[in-house]
């Protein structure tokens, strides 16, 4: 585990989130292959006596009130990748395909594959490859799993880079001639998403993020993206009255914040 507030270099979570965990009496930072990540302290998670007690000091006698001073944090990783014909964002795209492995109260940190279609570098033909994402999350209820997943699939849609790629070939000759062609769409986006909400109080609510791999992935995702700020906080905001309509109320998420990885 990280001591003070020194983290990993190669942490994906931005160093004001490890900042707010560090603080927060019900979460705990720990060390991974991709750096310093965050989670409930044992027996402190969503839907255990003592997460209750903590949400119910923190928010008054009703839990599921309207809380416009909790504090969200969404951070992107700095890393690109190449999602194929496939995509990041929408509901064919692969960070959807969160809902395959996030149930009711966490995720399955399993990795799993999202097949995608990807024009090779001289646009001869179209491979089939897999991106393997890696999920994370901790959340009360099915309600607050649709408003991650969705929260996510809603950051992947910002800043997005889709082009209609050409790819041709040719071989063989007189009978034995042939050409394939077509037009396939490619998209690029982050390597890592990741939306952490605390309490008014510093405690932790709840969280869930994604790492996607491919290749080695390119870099400057978060310089390219400094624009993309309010479209991305706002995209946030708007998701849980689109999700779960008034179910969690339209300030789940609070103040939402943009950062990118440490």
């Not at 560090?22 to 705990?28: D, G, R």
């Not at 080695?216 to 849980?240: D, E, R």
Request: proline residues 2%.
């Amino acid at each position: 585990m990280a001591q003070g507030n020194t983290f990993s270099r190669r942490s994906l979570l931005s160093t004001e989130t490890l900042k707010q965990c560090k603080i927060a009496p019900n979460c705990e930072t720990y060390e991974t292959e991709y750096g310093t990540m965050i989670r409930f302290k044992n027996g402190m998670e969503p839907g255990t006596a003592l997460h209750k007690r903590f949400l119910s000091s923190s928010e008054g006698d009703h839990l599921s009130k309207r809380d416009d001073t909790d504090k969200t944090r969404v951070t992107v990783g700095d890393g690109t990748i190449n999602y194929g014909n496939t995509g990041a964002s929408g509901v064919g795209g692969a960070i959807h395909h969160l809902y395959d492995t996030c149930h009711e109260g966490s995720c399955d940190r399993s990795a799993f594959e999202v097949s995608t279609g990807i024009v090779a570098s001289q646009h001869e033909s179209v491979g089939q490859y897999k991106i393997l994402l890696h999920p994370d999350g901790q959340y009360n209820g099915w309600d607050e799993r649709n408003v991650f997943v969705e929260a996510l699939v809603a950051v992947a849609g910002q800043g997005e880079k889709c082009e209609n790629v050409d790819w041709a070939n040719g071989g063989g000759f007189g009978n034995w001639a042939s050409n394939n062609g077509g037009t396939e769409r490619q998209c690029t986006q982050t390597n890592f998403i990741s939306v952490n909400r605390f309490s008014k109080d510093g405690f932790l609510k709840g969280f869930m993020s994604v790492l996607v791999e491919l290749q080695s992935p390119g870099s400057g995702w978060c310089g390219a993206a400094a624009g993309l700020g309010g479209a991305i906080t706002s995209a946030v905001g708007a998701v849980p009255a689109a999700a779960v309509g008034g179910a969690l109320g339209s300030g789940f998420f609070g103040l939402v914040s943009f950062l990118c990885s440490a």
